[in-house]
């Protein structure tokens, strides 16, 4: 019975694999080149991933967990054990990852269709589907560092789908090596761990921690490099130079990895390997999170691509949870991660709906300079989307923290965990003003989009009567989505929808931390309780600050937006260039060691290469020609030829007594026997 | 004893006689003749130890063989030293060189 949920896991896991080699090998060949492959599997696997959830549900057990594996390498005292683990906070992700690939499937029969690489694209979702399964079900760090990999590796190939963009193929190789640098840090982390415990299953690493096998300034470490990798997956700052540049891909991607799950891994892993972060770690974590929070903000609100406003969005958010995780309520990390799924996604399925529209729009005038994804080329396209608009207003609603949400519970346990932490160690109190000024600009900029999309006048009149809504397999995900940001989902029974409890909320209970010292899950619950009715007013307070400035700008146009941003001057400024990051990155980085790699190249090659090899090859050819030499003049010609003229020349001296003439032959024979008798008289 | 030694020395002159007639004539005939005296050299040695080494009639025998060797002998050297006369128009050995190289 219970190796049910084990088996289901493996179905989930295997299925998109089994479609992506399908696929791959011979999608062009199926008729629809192969996409019903593609979907039908997905649709399976959460067909299988809500069954193993209504089943953890019918029989709730909190500290329900099951592993099953296999050796995969044994070399004595070097062991690589696979398998997978199974438990709650698995089984709402698999759902998570299952719904959002399902809906990004759904939406993409639409929105790709006609795509040159259409079966391809499929492909690579079902290899997006598998590895990203495969971190959620891992239950040791090398398959999950594997998973990792691979998942890089998808998001790389699926950024850079429209490669024949330079842009495209850029941000994915941007994305690609940005990652790396993370992942390198995550590989340390590993190896850290591993050469002080000696395993990679997490549960001996936590056994390991808790005896004491690794302590100190390397578990700090260890726990410092694993978070590397969560900061170049989650793109915390400074690694989250890549995450709005990976939008260059198509947007049913950018709703399913660059938004709802991908991103959200290093998230999941944190939450995974919470229990060995030490409270230095944490502070390191929370710090990176919360700060990221507000600079991503700061940078969305002066964004006018809609999908870049969203990409920025989505970086603030993940420092939400990555701060969540810092301040211990990593449970209210992972509630966050879940509403947070469902109502980006659903607005990176929102903008790209309007994207196609705008696009289609443009197309029937043949204009191919306009950029469709401008917001200040939209406007009142309210009543054309109606199902666009209404879904993706619900979205806002809950990104901001409105209340009747699901975005304000999870917001707000996050902030109440934050606000705690400071209570209780004053001297950190930017986190929660980080957290709070996050709060306020994430409802600033979202209305902003709102606004400059659906309300008002259309900035370009002559297209609006070329603007439809999108049709049903894109608007299907977005009510879906939609009804699922609402917060009757996430506190059921209790249908108070400012009560920090409910169902979602007190399915994943929180472990404490393994590492000696650490507060007691229990301590973090209390103090987050005590908090949360402080935190809940401020943040009421900081959101309604945020919408109605919103509303003064964009809405009513109390004030103009223009002034204000003249006003503001370089700040302004600097959030619209996004802090120059990149060219700051490109002046103190890149061209730094391209520089080096300069002077090192002319190293390489005027002083090595000339004068070692170069010089190496004259000694060997000099040596060479001597032997040469001393090989024909001394062995070929004195030797070998020498032997040679020595037999021809007695050859040739001896001919002489053959004179023909048997007198001389009997001349020698006389001369011989007289010889001989000479010789014998003696 | 003196007596075979004499005759002894008798041969060896008569074959050094007839050694250096072979080697140092030119004309065929003369090494022919150079030969009879080397193969009679041989005969008197024969006879000569019949005699005087108690071997009885054995030398006698020898004798008579080479006697008539030396009949047949002469008879096809001087057919090839007429062969030769007739090609060459020459009986001198030294100038029969044809085979040399």
Known sequence: MNNIFINYSLFILFLPLVAFVVLIFTGKRLPRQGDWVAVSAVLFTLVLSSAMFVAMLLDYNPDFSQQSGFTWMDLGAFKIEFGILVDNITIIMLLVVALISSCSHIFSLKYMEGDIRYSRYYAYLGLFTFSMNGIVLANNLISMYMSWELVGLSSYLLIAHWFEKDSAADAGKKAFLTNRVGDIGFFIGIMLIYSSIGSFLFSDVFAGVAAGKITGITLTLAGIGIFLGAMGKSSQFPLHIWLPDAMEGPTPVSALMHAATMVAAGVYMTIRLFPLFTPDALLVIAYVGGFTAIFAASIAITQNDIKKVLAYSTVSQLGYMILAVGTGVYTAAFFHLVTHAMFKANLFYGSGSVIHAMHHALHEKHDHETDPQDMRNMGGLKAKMPITYWSMLVSTLAIAGVPLFSGFLSKDAILAGTLAFAQHQPEHFLLPVFGFGAAAMTAFYMFRLIFMTFHGEHQMPELINDIHESPKEMTGPLVLLASLSVFVFYTLPNFNPISDHGWFTDLVVPRTAVVPGSMTAHEIADYAHHAHGLAMSLSIAVIVLGIALSVLIYFKKVFSAETWASKLGFLYDWSLNKFYFDENYNRFLYQPFLNLSKKVAWLDWEIYDRYFINGFAWVIEWYSRVTGKFDYDGIDQGLVDGIGRIVGATGHNLRKIQTGRLQNYLLYVVAGIIVMIIVQAF | ?101
Do not use: W
């Not at chain 2, 007639?21 to 005969?43: C, D, S, Y």
């Not at chain 2, 080494?53 to 009949?71: C, R």
């Not at chain 2, 030294?94 to 085979?99: E, G, I, K, P």
């Open chain 2, 1 to 101: 004893m003196d007596q075979l030694n004499s005759y002894l020395f008798i041969a060896a002159i008569l074959f050094s006689l007839g050694v250096f007639g072979v080697i140092t004539r030119r004309n065929g005939i003369a090494v022919l003749m150079g030969v009879e005296l080397i193969l009679n050299a041989a005969n008197i040695n024969f006879i000569a130890f019949s005699r005087f080494g108690g071997m009885n009639f054995d030398g006698h025998v020898f004798g008579l063989l080479v006697i008539v060797l030396a009949a047949a002998e002469a008879a096809v050297a001087l057919a090839i030293i007429i062969n030769i006369y007739n090609n060459m128009n020459t009986i001198n050995v030294d100038q029969a060189s044809q085979l040399k190289q």
